[in-house]
Each structure stands twice: as C-alpha cells, then as structure tokens.
C-alpha cells in the first residue's frame, strides 16, 4: 500500500446519490486503475489512466466516470449510485514495469 | 474473451508442507502472468511476473511456472507457513492492451501449524 491511498475507506450512501471516491499516488507513476472486488467476480476493471487527462474504459464501466487532472490523483464518480455498486473499490499504479501496486481499498455501501 | 480459473475452494495444508495453486486460462495466450496476494481487508500485493518465454520463475519459498501449451500456471509455496494464509490471485495480461490485467477469481490457502 507504500505510496497509494484511497479516501474515504468507508461510504454508506443512498441510492440515487453521486459519490467521489479519490486516489491519491506518490510514486509518480503513469498508469492508475480503478477496480471493483465483489464475491464470485474477483477484481474487474472500471477505468483507467495512461496519462495526464488520458483515461479510457475497463471491463465494467456502466454508471462510473473518472478524472485525472494530476499525475498524482485519479478520481472515480458515480454519478447516481445504485445498489449494485455495493461493492469494495481498489485503485492501482503502475509504472514502468508490468506489476501493479494497489492501495488500501474503499469499501462502498449503498443503500 | 479470455477467460482465467483458479480453483475458488480453500486449500488446506500442514505447515511445512508445499502449497501448490493453479491458474488456467483459455481464449488467449498473454505475453505474461502474474500472481498476487491478497490478505482480508486489504489491497493484493504484488508477487512474482513470469513471461511468455520462461518456464520457471522463483523468489526465496515462491516458484512459479508457465506452460504456454497446457495454458496453466502454477504457482508453489515450499516449506509453508501459517504466515502464508491468504488469498493468491492469478493476473494475465489483457489482450492489446500491455499495460491492463485481467484477475482470476483467487484461491484462499489455509496454513495449519
């Protein structure tokens, strides 16, 4: 988790809600991701970031947009939670190498 | 589209014994394959990276392998740990697109003493 952090680490919310989940590097890496964790799925894909306002779909996208102003953050919105956004969301980097380093987790609640 | 299996089951062994986990993987032959681990509550961490070209890969009590044929991996823990009980999550590489991955499901390894 050395260098990435995710906030907030919890969030209950009520459908119908826009929530900002934020990522936060240090490493100044080019690429980041965000993913969902939910049982029986494993981690998926959402979006990601090669650059500076150079983001781009992942496997899961529907109902989710991000933002990259900063080589640092990478912002994840749902503009309208649902409940099938329930779910634990994890931010990655990764840099010049093919591995990926993930931060901590945001564990979303939505009711 | 590619699709990755590891066995969702828990495996259970003694400790001192050797912890072997499988990934298999279909619909695609990725130019490479990582593992990572997992502990509850938080982020997985990366492991080992083996490429499409090598057959074997170690890191002090981890080896991993990578049949290009059989489209599995297996990844091995010797002289396990109770330290060693977490999940291991198996990643490839998306196709045309190097620097995204696809995640298997994971396998929990459970270490008694």
């Known amino acids: 988790d050395a260098g990435i952090t995710q906030s907030p680490r919890h969030k209950v919310t009520e459908t119908g809600t826009p929530v900002t989940l934020r990522c936060h590097q240090t490493?100044?890496?080019?690429?980041m991701y965000w993913y969902r964790q939910d049982p029986g799925h494993g981690l998926r894909l959402i979006h990601y970031?090669?650059?500076?306002?150079?983001?781009d779909k992942g496997e899961v996208s529907d109902g989710y947009s991000v933002s990259r102003s900063k080589t640092e953050d990478f912002l994840l919105t749902l503009e309208s939670a649902t409940s099938s956004q329930t779910s634990v969301y994890f931010c990655?980097?990764?840099?010049?190498?093919?591995?990926?380093?993930f931060g901590p987790g945001t564990r979303l609640t939505v009711t | 589209s590619q699709k990755i299996e590891q066995n969702s089951e828990a495996l259970n062994i003694q400790e001192g014994k050797t912890a072997t986990l499988t990934c298999n993987y279909t619909?695609?032959?990725?130019?490479?394959l990582q593992w990572y681990r997992q502990d509850p509550g938080r982020g997985p961490v990366f492991l080992l990276l083996?490429?499409?070209?090598?057959k074997e890969k170690r890191k002090e009590r981890l080896k991993v392998t990578f049949d290009t044929t059989l489209k599995q991996s297996l990844f091995h823990i010797t002289a396990s740990q109770p330290a060693d009980s977490a999940t291991y999550l198996c990643?490839?590489?998306?196709?045309?697109?190097?620097?995204?991955?696809?995640f298997g499901g994971g396998t929990r390894l459970m270490v008694k003493p």
């Open positions: 970031s090669y650059g500076v306002k150079d983001t």
């Open positions: 990655a980097t990764g840099g010049q190498g093919d591995e990926q380093y």
């Open positions: 990643a490839l590489d998306m196709a045309n697109a190097g620097n995204m991955l696809t």
């Open positions: 083996i490429r499409e070209n090598e």
């Open positions: 619909n695609y032959s990725p130019a490479y």
């Open positions: 490493e100044n890496h080019r690429y």
